[in-house]
C-alpha cells in the first residue's frame, strides 16, 4: 500500500519516476503496455489499488512522465548554449537534434514507446506532447510571437519532429539530421517567401464588403 507521507504530492513525483526507470528495464522485453506497467509497479512495491491511483491511465501515463523527461533533458542539454549567438534555423536544429538524443538515449524502451504511440487510440495523447515539445523549442529559440504565427510555428515544427524521431530511432542521428536540416530549410523557404505579404488583406476586403452591404457605402472624408 501508498506509505504515509506530509507530502503526497513529493511522494507521487518520486514514485512516477522510480516506476518509470523499472518501466524502462523492461519495455524492452514486455513492450510498452499493462502487462509491462503492472510489472514496473510491482517491482516498486505498489499494490494494484497503488497503480490505478498513481497511473489511473496505465500505459499512456508513463509515455507522457517518459516524453516530459526528455523533454527536460534536451533543455538542459541546451542550457549552455546562447540562442542569440546563432542564426533561427540554428537554434530550431540545435534544439531539435537534442530532443532527439534525448529520447535515443533510451534506445529501445524508446523503440517500444514509439509502436505504442503509433496505435491511433493514442494520436490525441501524441499530438498534445508534441506541440508542448515544439512550444518548448520555440520558447527556448526566442519566439515571442502572439499572433496567428505562434500556432503556425508550433504546428509545423511538430510535423518535422514526429517523423524526425522515428527516423533516429530506426535509421540513425545521420538520416534524422538530413531530414531536420532540409525540412527547416523549406520551412524557411516559406517563410522568406511569406514575409511582407499581407495575409489579412481579403479578410479586410471580405469585412469591409459586409459593413457596406449592412450600412451602405462609409461617406467621402
Known sequence: MIEASNQPGDWADRMEQRVLDAALERAPTLGWNGRMVAAACRACG????????????????????????????????????????LKI???????????????????EAEKRLAGFLALPTNADLVLSLTWATADGIWRWAGDVATDWNHQSKRVTLSGILIPAMTLRLFDGREAADAFVAARIENVMAFEKWKAGRDFYAPLRTATDLLARLRYGPRDAA
Not at 51 to 64: F, I, Q, S, V, Y
Not at 89 to 107: H, K, N, P, T
Open 46 to 85: 505498489l499494490s494494484e489499488g497503488d497503480r490505478e491511483l498513481l497511473l489511473p491511465n496505465g500505459p499512456r501515463d508513463l509515455a507522457a512522465l517518459l516524453w516530459r523527461r526528455h523533454d527536460a533533458a534536451a533543455m538542459e542539454s541546451l542550457a549552455g548554449i546562447d540562442p542569440n549567438a
Open 89 to 107: 534555423r540554428e537554434r530550431i536544429s540545435q534544439a531539435v537534434s537534442a530532443r532527439l538524443e534525448a529520447a535515443a538515449a533510451d534506445g
